[in-house]
């Protein structure tokens, strides 16, 4: 049975503020690592939200971080709300727990190529992996959570594994 206190909204909203800190987490450990620590959202927020083909990457322009992570954490909080439909969908339709795997990888996808897009300049500074590590670690964290959260979710997958068909 549905647990219908789960709020797709709010519920929705904590799942994309993990998400989105998993992503900043990972880049600010790779600037800082790098010795330039929020260089990665200066220089989105300076591209993707500024339209500067050429971002400064001598400075950190402190508007593009503030800009950009409040859309980060707006698109992660959609992405959240989305998770949250389908897993409250998947508890009900096996077929949809199957589509996740193939909706995330979709994501992955148009996330670098998006990254193509805007600049060459975020093709070298974002490499492939780190794209990738980003994405999975918020999935991970994402999944995790909702795995915990949706005991209605764990038993539909128990009880109808991923290829079997409803009895």
């Given at each position: 049975m549905l647990d219908n206190s789960h709020s797709i909204w709010s519920e929705?909203?904590?799942v994309g503020i993990i998400g989105g800190l998993a992503v900043a987490l990972w880049?600010?450990?790779l600037d800082s690592i790098a010795g330039h620590p929020f260089q990665?959202?200066?220089l989105l927020g300076q591209v993707v939200l500024f339209g500067d083909s050429t971002p400064d990457t001598s400075r950190i322009v402190f508007g593009a971080i503030l800009v950009y992570t409040a859309f980060h954490f707006?698109?992660?909080a959609l992405l959240g709300m989305g998770l949250v439909a389908l897993v409250h969908w998947g508890v009900r339709d096996?077929?949809?727990r199957y589509a996740m795997l193939p909706i995330f990888l979709v994501f992955e996808?148009?996330?670098?190529g998006l990254l193509e897009v805007f600049s060459e300049r975020t093709n070298e500074?974002?490499?492939f992996w780190a794209v990738i590590v980003a994405n999975t670690l918020a999935a991970v964290c994402m999944g995790l959570?909702?795995?915990?959260?949706?005991?209605d979710f764990r038993a539909a997958c128990r009880d109808i594994p991923l290829g079997d068909a409803p009895q």
């Amino acid at each position: 049975m549905l647990d219908n206190s789960h709020s797709i909204w709010s519920e929705g909203t904590d799942v994309g503020i993990i998400g989105g800190l998993a992503v900043a987490l990972w880049f600010l450990l790779l600037d800082s690592i790098a010795g330039h620590p929020f260089q990665t959202p200066s220089l989105l927020g300076q591209v993707v939200l500024f339209g500067d083909s050429t971002p400064d990457t001598s400075r950190i322009v402190f508007g593009a971080i503030l800009v950009y992570t409040a859309f980060h954490f707006a698109v992660f909080a959609l992405l959240g709300m989305g998770l949250v439909a389908l897993v409250h969908w998947g508890v009900r339709d096996p077929v949809v727990r199957y589509a996740m795997l193939p909706i995330f990888l979709v994501f992955e996808v148009l996330f670098y190529g998006l990254l193509e897009v805007f600049s060459e300049r975020t093709n070298e500074l974002f490499p492939f992996w780190a794209v990738i590590v980003a994405n999975t670690l918020a999935a991970v964290c994402m999944g995790l959570y909702l795995w915990l959260r949706h005991p209605d979710f764990r038993a539909a997958c128990r009880d109808i594994p991923l290829g079997d068909a409803p009895q």
